[in-house]
């Protein structure tokens, strides 16, 4: 309920900030076409998330093997807790671009021709339904409470309105933000529609794992720079959600630095 609250409100704020102050131009007439593509992804996703993700997740937390010194101890067991979920969602993301079967799923959220915070809830629920299940092992063996997965799900949510935004941050603020957390300057070069940008640039809340993985992009984001997927184009939301299904659906995912 809280994080329904926060989430809504953070969302509205976002929202407006983008449109008074946005980065890049918006394309003309593209609202309606994303409020039912992202928006019917999102509805699909919110139903999913109390009934699948967080029933998994429940599951996973109590279902523990042992118990790691400091787990759930106060702010330092939140705190590391956190860090791990955040590590794994790094790996995760990592996956979802260097595994053809995943990259079926994951790419309907690259598809978006353009970013603004509804690209935040725009997942398809097979995807959702996959990192659920891939998560619950590693709850697991870390001793994660299911607290912290829920403190984790609220954070990731306002992070992802936050960095899929298109609002515009003075240059020097959003510099120095990036040196920790995911800025839209940083993840909009995730976004851009050449491979090589693509497959770089996966974290969700801090952007340490990509400078200790050696994933960050030297791009740097420039308003007209092209959003999506490399030779690929956006789809009407029922094409999308029968996408990852479509033979060939996994064809980018091979297309990697080589190809730029
Ligand atoms: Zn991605």
């Keep these: 309920m809280l994080k329904a609250v926060l989430a809504g409100a953070w969302?509205?704020?976002?929202?407006?900030?983008?449109?008074?102050?946005?980065?890049?131009?918006?394309?003309?007439?593209?609202?309606?076409?994303?409020?039912?593509?992202?928006?019917?992804?999102?509805l699909a996703n919110s139903a999913l998330s109390p009934l699948i993700t967080l029933p998994i997740a429940a599951w996973a937390a109590q279902a523990d093997m042992w118990t790691r010194p400091n787990a759930a101890n106060g702010w330092i067991g939140l705190g590391a807790d956190l860090l791990i979920l955040d590590l794994w969602a790094?790996?995760?993301?990592?996956?979802?671009h260097a595994w053809p079967l995943l990259w079926r799923f994951h790419?309907?959220?690259?598809?978006?021709?353009?970013?603004?915070?509804?690209?935040?809830?725009?997942?398809?629920?097979?995807?959702?339904?996959?990192?659920?299940?891939?998560?619950?092992?590693?709850?697991?063996?870390?001793?994660?409470?299911?607290?912290?997965?829920l403190a984790?799900?609220?954070?990731?949510?306002?992070?992802?309105?936050?960095?899929?935004?298109?609002?515009?941050?003075?240059?020097?603020?959003?510099?120095?933000?990036c040196i920790f957390v995911v800025t839209p300057s940083h993840h909009w070069v995730h976004h851009h529609a050449q491979r090589a940008d693509t497959d770089s640039n996966y974290g969700t809340v801090l952007t340490m794992w990509d400078r200790l993985f050696g994933s960050l992009s030297a791009t740097r984001r420039?308003?007209?720079?092209?959003?999506?997927?490399?030779?690929?184009?956006?789809?009407p939301l029922l094409a999308l959600a029968a996408l990852p299904f479509r033979a060939g659906s996994d064809q980018p995912a091979r297309n990697t630095r080589a190809a730029t």
Aim: glycine share 4%.
């Design 11 to 42: 969302f509205a704020a976002i929202s407006a900030w983008e449109r008074l102050s946005p980065s890049a131009a918006r394309p003309l007439g593209s609202d309606f076409k994303r409020w039912t593509r992202n928006g019917g992804l999102w």
């Design 90 to 96: 790094y790996v995760w993301h990592r996956l979802n």
């Design 107 to 149: 790419q309907v959220h690259h598809r978006d021709e353009f970013l603004d915070a509804t690209s935040a809830v725009r997942f398809h629920p097979g995807e959702v339904l996959i990192s659920a299940v891939a998560r619950a092992p590693i709850i697991i063996l870390t001793d994660i409470s299911f607290i912290s997965v």
């Design 152 to 177: 984790f799900e609220t954070l990731v949510l306002l992070a992802a309105v936050f960095h899929h935004s298109n609002a515009r941050l003075p240059p020097r603020i959003e510099t120095a933000l």
């Design 222 to 235: 420039s308003p007209d720079m092209t959003i999506g997927v490399e030779g690929q184009r956006d789809a």
